[in-house]
Every structure is written in C-alpha cells, then in structure tokens.
T-cell receptor
C-alpha cells in the first residue's frame, strides 16, 4: 500500500508560468519530506526538502508547501524553464528512519 | 567528484542466471540502499545497510541478496533472476546522524530478465 501518492502522472506548462506539483501521504509519522528530480538515464537528484515543523521552504525558483492537517504537500516552480522538464518524485520518511517512501512521480513538460 | 557508481548500466539476461549489480560511493557514507523503480509505483526499497556488516530488508526484498563488507561498496545479488525482477534499479547513499541529509543516487541499472 503506497503511503505517498502523486495523483497526477503528468503536467504540461508553458515556459515562464508556474508549475504546481501535488503530493499526498497517509502516514502521520512522516516528519521529513523531499522532492527529487529525475532526467532520463540519470538517477534522482535532490531538489528541495521540508521538515514537519515548517509549512514552507523556499530555494530560488522552488518552493515546497506542507499542510500537515491535510497530509498534503506541493512543489511550486516559478517561473518554469525548459530545463525543468523531468520526472519529479515526492518522498517522505519518519524520524530516525532513513528509508524513503516515494510517490509514483509526475512528469513535467515545459513548453516553449 | 562525489558520486554513487553503479555497474552495469544495462543488462539483458535469462531466468536463473545469477547476476550481481555493483554499487560504490566515494563520500564515506554509512547508509546505503537499493531501490527498484517500476511504472506507477515509484521507487521501492529492496535492502539497506546502516554500516559495514549491517544490512536489513526493505519493502520488497524477495529474490535479492546484499552484502556490505566494505563501507564504500554495496552489491545487489540476484541468485536466480526471474522476469518479475525486470526493472530499473537505483543505489543510494547518505550520511547517518546528520539531520535532513538527502540521499545521493546512482544513475541506475536497467535489468531485463527474459
């Protein structure tokens, strides 16, 4: 049973606009959340993370929002660029546990 | 350059023929892990290791073995591969005891078991 869910398999956005990726989780013990980006033929690379004690974390064009009561997080990319076209994985882990539980991924395509 | 290296990158083999996928990291990380990625399922953990000679099962360990004789290496062994082990495999590593330390991933190994 998947504890981290990304219900949108794909997202298409025009260059310069905002990309919003969503992620839901079921395990209330998760306390640390990460987003990974993956290009074809490469491994996932860490993008941004957020601890459960925060509700927002920003790093340049990337912002992650966490709503613990709804067990929901989202990744905002503003503005979207062609190089952002990739698969984005949401991941979560519990305190003192290094295992990551991943969502199925969302493929983002940024149109010129 | 800090990296996780997997070999081979691609392998096509037949049912029952033992194979090993190697994983090596140069970051002196204690924690290492194997994941498999399948369509619609994301990445699922197979096995992990907290340090040398310390390994444990992840969510989908059936049909796999691992060993951790050296800190830098964490090979994945398929003693008798079957078609349902056709997948994309990733090795990852991270430091222990460092809060919010993300895992670093290798570039993946695509296995096809015929």
């Amino acid at each position: 049973d998947q504890q981290v869910k990304q219900n949108s398999p794909s997202l298409s956005v025009q260059e310069g606009r905002i990309s919003i990726l969503n992620c839901d989780y079921t395990n209330s013990m998760f306390d640390y959340f990460l987003w990974y980006k993956k290009y074809p033929a490469e491994g996932p690379t860490f993008l941004i993370s957020i601890s459960s004690i925060k509700d927002k974390n920003e790093d340049g064009r990337f912002t992650v929002f966490l709503n613990k009561s709804a067990k929901h997080l989202s990744l905002h990319i503003v503005p979207s660029q062609p190089g952002d076209s990739a698969v984005y994985f949401c991941a979560a882990r519990m305190i003192n546990d290094y295992k990551l539980s991943f969502g199925a991924g969302t493929t983002v395509t940024v149109r010129a | 350059e800090a990296q996780v290296t997997q070999n081979p990158r691609y392998l096509i083999t037949v049912t029952g023929k033992k194979l090993t996928v190697t994983c090596s990291q140069n970051m002196n990380h204690e924690y290492m892990s194997w994941y498999r990625q399948d369509p619609g399922l994301g990445l699922r953990q197979i096995y992990y290791s907290m340090n040398v000679e310390v390994t444990d099962k992840g969510d989908v360990p059936e049909g796999y073995k691992v060993s951790r004789k050296e800190k830098r290496n964490f090979p994945l062994i398929l003693e008798s591969p079957s078609p349902n082990q056709t997948s994309l495999y990733f090795c990852a590593s991270s430091l222990l005891g460092v809060s919010e330390q993300p895992q670093h991933f290798g570039d993946g190994t695509r296995l096809s078991i015929l």
